[in-house]
């Protein structure tokens, strides 16, 4: 066993003086020395412990900010993907515009017909243009609504699941939640992991909190093909794995099933190439699409909604 340094010191140094090499005086002096080192290191320890407990909070404070650079920086990418899509409208609907009032100013001389005509023709312009407004208006309204939907979804799904699993996108009037088949699926069957449960509910809870929308879930397979007791060919195991997930929504999480559509789509649509297995794994996914209902979808083309 190793003796403390401060009773080395003391116990050479009291041989030391008991075999007359140093004075009792020197010894005190040594012993005084050696007291206020402990009391320096003891205060440098002190110091040592305040600056890890500071390096921990700031280690803490830069995973949070790395966290929200994160979260802006998708929502940042969505509203740029918004933005782009009605600036291309935008500008198609001014090229029609000018290219039929060019049309019109062409006509230089005009009969009394011809007048009325004009009248008429400048009247269908100014309906045209109250439908583009009108149109805008319903596209700005559901990209908003599906702008929001898709960041919740993003921020309740992206604990615990790897980025290749699930993919959320908008595109045009809905949202899309694309989950790889080693997720949610046994291999070559329709049964259910236990991660897929998972998975489901959180999408489940978003779900539930906007009545107004409908889940589409659709199935899709590889080229590979396949036959047993149960399943005759892709269609069919892609039509089960839909209706498993539906099933799922309607009976564990009380999604009403007047809102779910459940689809097989079977080895076509593909994503990738199907010569490769990482082609394959591509393809084998379960498509989640969150879109209005149609009354809905109806009442924003309402004229009556138009903006002034």
Known sequence: M??????????I????????????KKLLSVQSELDAANMEVGKCGEQLNDYMTKLSTCEREKEDLKNSMQNNSNILNLKEEQIKDLKDQLADAKTLRDKQLSQVGDLTVLSQSASENMKETLSQLEGKDKYINLLQA???KADSVNLALAVNLK?????????QDVEIKVDKTVVFINLSDKMLFQSGSSNLTGRASQVLGKIAKIVESRPD???MVEGYTDNVPIKNSCLSDNWDLSVMRATAVVRVLQKNYGIHPDRLIAAGRGEYNMLADNATEAGRATNRRTRIIILPKLNQFYD?????????
């Open 2 to 11: 190793k003796l403390p340094l401060s009773f080395s010191v003391f116990f």
């Open 13 to 24: 140094s009291f041989l030391l003086v008991s075999s007359g090499c140093i004075s009792k």
């Open 213 to 215: 929308l409908e889940v």
């Open 155 to 163: 921020g309740v799904l992206a604990d615990g699941l790897a980025d």
């Open 138 to 140: 319903a596209k700005t």
């Open 300 to 308: 924003l083309m309402n004229p009556n909604n138009v903006p002034n």
